[in-house]
């Protein structure tokens, strides 16, 4: 029976592993030879910034206005008045922040808070009745507000300026931010992006949810990879600064797709840009933002279904369009299987996984008892070694993810190295948590079942408690 089961699903296992190894392998080559463009390492005094033609920057937080986003705006913003009280004076002219809301208490209770701070915080609150001109709904709706805001003039700065695009929780600490400036000062690019790490709250969340998190860095080294090449196969939408008069250019009335709202506006912001202004206009700017993971395991999930989900909208939008398909053949190719083999390989993760945590152990004891006997291997040794190397790759991916995420968690070198062992451990599981979320988006985007909810992830263990998750697509 064992030989029979293990017939069938041993070549798909090998297919799938090996297929999630070419991901981890270009995680892996960025890594080694180019770790030194993932993040920038010198720092920036404000004295340099000063000798330098700084444009302006505008931190914009976009948000429903939902419970428990207050406190984690206020926290964001902070580290940004923090870094202007340095010298209030320069700071004044090359800094400003804008909160984006539906909600009329918070954008005010926001305003009042920093009255007094050395740069402009404005709240620009969303009309309930604003309508696109294409009928664009959820986050988007709030951006393309803003844009048109700014069109009319809104907080409109002299010279050459960016906005800084921030998720509720964000946090970008003022060696960081001065950075950036840094960075702005001399780039050609129109949109860049920066690595983001998870420390914030780090111990509030789920040993599950952390593990997960674990994740996320070693993929931005693909971010980088994907930006310097100019080939927009991923976007996320905070540490996403872009040139304010491309952004205006371009907007963020994206529609939607059948008659339902894209939940990942960035993917389809990037596509947009792609087809606007070509692979010129992206760059990496190197600068590392601060996020917080999910307290739950429920909204782990959740945020995973959401990301799948949306670049499938994307996707097929992008193929409808005629600047799309107006593009040469080949790159059209990389562009939909690129993003297909990412989706792909993060779906069948639980499906691999799944069958190597029922079959490996059964090789390993049979290999053993081979060994011991003198008899053939159940399975060649170099199938064993090749699989086992990858999840070598993986495991070690894990461990320098986490080993960003705990270093400005605030945690001892005893806890970092703790929580560094626990990430590993428990990721074989974290894995199949995540991946299930996309192979569920994957099959439900198949069977046809396109409805969307905007619900951002809570920012506070309270607010995620109080989610009724059976209203949450």
């Not at 800094?95 to 701070?117: I, M």
């Not at 389809?268 to 999910?294: D, K, R």
Request: aromatic share 10%; glycine share 10%; net charge positive.
């Amino acid at each position: 029976m064992y030989e029979d089961a293990f017939r069938f699903a041993g070549p798909f296992l090998v297919v799938a592993i090996s297929l999630i190894a070419l991901r981890l392998l270009a995680y892996w080559w960025s890594f080694t030879f180019h770790w030194g463009r993932y993040r920038r390492r010198d720092e920036v005094s404000t004295a340099r910034l000063r000798d330098m033609a700084v444009p302006h920057a505008k931190i914009q937080v976009t948000t429903r206005g939902s419970a428990g986003s207050t406190e984690v705006i206020l926290r964001g913003i902070r580290q940004v008045v923090t870094l202007a009280e340095e010298d209030p004076e320069f700071y004044g002219h090359v800094l400003s922040v804008e909160v984006v809301t539906e909600s009329e208490v918070q954008a005010r209770l926001l305003e009042r808070t920093f009255a007094a701070a050395p740069i402009p915080v404005h709240g620009l609150v969303v009309p309930g009745d604003y309508v696109t001109e294409n009928g664009t709904e959820l986050k988007a709706r709030g951006l393309h507000y803003a844009v048109e805001r700014r069109r009319a003039g809104w907080n409109s700065k002299p010279g050459r300026t960016f906005v800084v695009h921030y998720d509720e929780e964000s946090v970008m600490v003022p060696g960081e931010l001065r950075k950036l400036l840094a960075v702005l000062a001399t780039t050609e690019k129109k949109i860049l992006e920066g690595p983001i790490y998870y420390p914030l709250e780090y111990t509030n969340a789920s040993a599950l949810c952390r593990a997960m998190e674990a994740n996320r860095p070693v993929g931005c080294f693909e971010c980088r990879h994907v930006m310097e090449k100019g080939v927009p196969l991923h976007l996320h939408g905070s540490n996403l600064v872009i040139e304010e008069k491309f952004e205006n250019t371009l907007g963020w009335d994206i529609g939607n797709h059948d008659g339902r709202p894209f939940i990942a506006e960035d993917y389809v912001f990037g596509m947009n840009a792609f087809l606007l202004g070509g692979s010129q206009v992206f760059g990496w700017h190197g600068c590392v933002m601060l996020e917080q993971p999910p307290f739950s395991v429920k909204s782990a999930f959740k945020q995973r279904h959401r990301w799948i989900f949306g670049v499938l909208q994307g996707l097929a939008m992008a193929r409808r369009s005629d600047q799309f398909g107006r593009l040469p053949a080949g790159l059209r190719r990389n562009l939909v299987w690129g993003t297909r083999f990412r989706i792909a390989t993060f779906a069948m993760g639980v499906v691999a996984g799944g069958f190597a945590l029922l079959f490996l152990p059964l090789v390993l004891v049979r290999g053993v008892g081979a060994l011991a006997t003198g008899g053939s291997p159940p399975t060649h040794p170099g199938l064993v070694l090749w699989m086992a190397g990858v999840g070598a790759l993986w495991l070690g991916s894990v461990l320098i993810g986490a080993w960003c995420n705990v270093a400005d968690a605030g945690l001892s070198s005893l806890g970092r190295w703790t929580e560094i062992a626990r990430a590993v451990a428990i990721a074989p599981i974290a894995g199949l948590i995540e991946s299930s979320a996309a192979l569920r988006a994957v099959v439900q985007w198949g069977m046809g079942r396109r409805e969307v909810l905007w619900q951002p992830t809570p920012k506070t263990k309270a607010a995620d408690a109080s989610v009724d998750w059976r209203n949450v697509a």
